[in-house]
C-alpha cells in the first residue's frame, strides 16, 4: 500500500527516472559512434599510406591522419637525423598564414624535449612546461599539445605533434 500510495504523491519520479536513463542510452550511443567513426578514420589512414609511394607525402598522411584522430586544429611532424630536427611537415595552416610565421622549428624547446625524450608528451597549458620557449609572432594561438614520438629503424622519423585547441582531454588514456 505505501508503494501505492507514495506513486499518488510523486506520479512523475518513474518518467523522470526513465528520461535519464533514455538521455544516459544515447550519449552512449552518441560515443559508440564517435568510436566508430574514429577506428574507420584511422583505418582510411593505414589503407592511404599504404598506397602512397613517396615518402613526404607518406609521412604528410600520417600527420593528416593524427590530427584528424586527436580532434586537433594543426599538427606536425618531425624527422630528426642524429638528435636533430632535419624536417618539418605541418599540416593545418595555410600558406600565406605559415609565410608570416616564418622559419620552421629548429628542434628546440618542446619540439627538442621530444628528440630527446621520445616518450609521448600530453600537456593542457605548453606555458607551463619548463622546455616551453613560446612561439613566433603570427604562430596560431595553441594552448595544449599532444607529441608522439613514432620510430621507424633506419628512417629518421620520430616525432607527430598534433596540437591546437585539441579535445584530446576526453579521450581516456591506454
Known sequence: MSGTADQGRHPALPQLRLDQLLDELQ??????????????????????????????????????????????????LGVVDRHRLSQFLPVG?????????GPLPSGHGLLGELIR??????????????ASHGFPAHHPPTRSSLGVPIRVPGSGVRQSVPHGEARWRAVRPR
Open 117 to 130: 625524450h621520445p616518450q609521448p608528451l600530453r600537456l593542457t597549458d605548453l606555458s607551463e612546461h619548463p
Open 93 to 101: 595552416t595555410a600558406e600565406d598564414l605559415a609565410h608570416r610565421i
Open 27 to 76: 550519449a552512449r550511443l552518441d560515443a559508440a559512434r564517435a568510436t566508430r567513426g574514429r577506428t574507420h578514420s584511422l583505418l582510411e589512414a593505414v589503407l592511404s599510406v599504404g598506397r602512397e609511394r613517396d615518402l613526404k607525402q607518406v609521412l604528410r598522411r600520417i600527420v593528416e591522419a593524427a590530427v584528424l584522430l586527436a580532434d586537433a586544429e594543426y599538427g606536425a
